[in-house]
């Protein structure tokens, strides 16, 4: 498969994190309008996708430029601190205070050969991030929403109400106001998407249109009320290498990792409680049956063999839907190869 980061320009705040899964379930109902998209269409996509799958979606991360070089801010590894950050030296108070610190850093800073080498990446907490992307030149206003807690998001509340017809105005119930969590992103912001495509069933150009789609109606929760949107930029082939000498494949969105996998795992667990899309999201029975997975930044130790035999891990999840029996979520994640000693 072909490996591609797809930059894009967030022009909204967010209901919803821009995660792999759900990622892969809005490209579905775009390939579900726009057959072209994949050869032989959606039916041939998701019946070929557990042996063949057309493509693989990771989390969207930070992009910033640092001195004409370009940085992906990729989630710090979930294996224990005391293998990311040295301080045997330090005598037992300074270890507790800067183990606090360290937990504030969960940013790790990869270069454009994407090479994960540990203990010696850079790690950052959110508002060194925000710090690093204003040193940018591509770097604008602090945030779009000026606060108090800059940072390169920033999580708010955004009210909602609905107005009674009868009285013209807020009432109890249904009709009470109420807050949800929304992100906003600094502005100039960028974000990278990783794919994997299958050139025999789909090509870059035709994943970004179904992107471009998807930006222009927008992501995730409350779409319709202007959250969500996007632009795609650029795209650039990326190629992978190291993995000879890597000791852990290192994951770049949620998946199910299967028992042929594994020679061990660090993660953090991530439970998916779906919901169906588009027009189904107004059906009877919306809702998907919940799935877990592992987040991104999980850390699988490499087998004696050595490289992984495929550039992604993972399993799809089947029968997620009462509604739609053949609906499938993406288990799958892309993978960078991770070097670091005594991962066991």
Not at 8 to 34: E, M, N, R, V
Not at 64 to 85: M, N, T, V, W
Not at 126 to 139: I, R, T, V
Request: proline share 6%.
């Amino acid at each position: 498969m072909n490996f591609y980061c797809v930059t894009i320009k967030p022009g909204s705040d967010f209901g919803t994190p821009i995660k792999g899964d759900t990622l892969f379930g809005h490209f579905c109902w775009q390939l579900a309008y726009d057959s072209t998209l994949v050869e032989g269409g959606i039916d041939n996509a998701i019946e070929k996708y557990s042996q063949q799958p057309f493509a693989i979606f990771s989390t969207a991360y930070p992009v910033i430029e640092i001195q004409g070089k370009i940085f992906y801010a990729l989630k710090r590894p979930d294996i224990p601190l005391s293998r990311l950050f040295s301080g045997n030296d330090l005598s037992r108070e300074e270890q507790i205070y800067k183990r606090k610190e360290n937990k504030k850093k969960r940013w790790m800073l990869v270069d454009e050969t994407l090479e994960v080498r540990l203990p010696h990446s850079q790690f950052l907490s959110d508002k060194e991030l925000a710090n690093a992307f204003k040193m940018s030149k591509k770097s604008g206003y602090p945030t779009q929403i000026q606060r108090e807690k800059e940072g390169f998001t920033t999580d708010w509340v955004r009210p909602h109400n609905s107005i009674n017809r009868l009285t013209w105005t807020t009432s109890a119930g249904k009709f009470a106001p109420y807050n949800q969590e929304c992100q906003s992103f600094s502005l100039g912001a960028r974000l990278a998407v990783f794919v994997l495509t299958d050139e025999h069933l789909t090509g870059i150009n035709r994943i970004c249109d179904g992107l471009s789609r998807i930006g222009a109606f927008g992501f995730g929760r409350d779409a319709s009320t202007g959250l969500g949107r996007f632009t795609v930029e650029n795209t650039m082939e990326l190629h992978v290498n190291g993995w000879e000498e890597a000791h852990a494949a290192y994951t770049l969105g949620p998946c199910i990792p299967e028992d042929k996998d594994l020679e061990g795992a660090y993660f953090q667990p991530f439970v998916r409680f779906g919901k169906h899309g588009d027009a189904a999201a107004r059906s009877q029975n919306p809702f998907k049956n919940p799935v877990i997975m592992a987040d991104e930044g999980a850390v699988f130790p490499l087998k004696p063999t050595g490289k992984p035999g495929r550039s992604y891990l993972g399993r799809p999840a089947h029968g997620v839907s009462k509604a739609q029996p053949k609906a499938v979520s993406q288990g799958y994640t892309p993978l960078l190869p991770l070097h670091m000693e005594n991962t066991k």
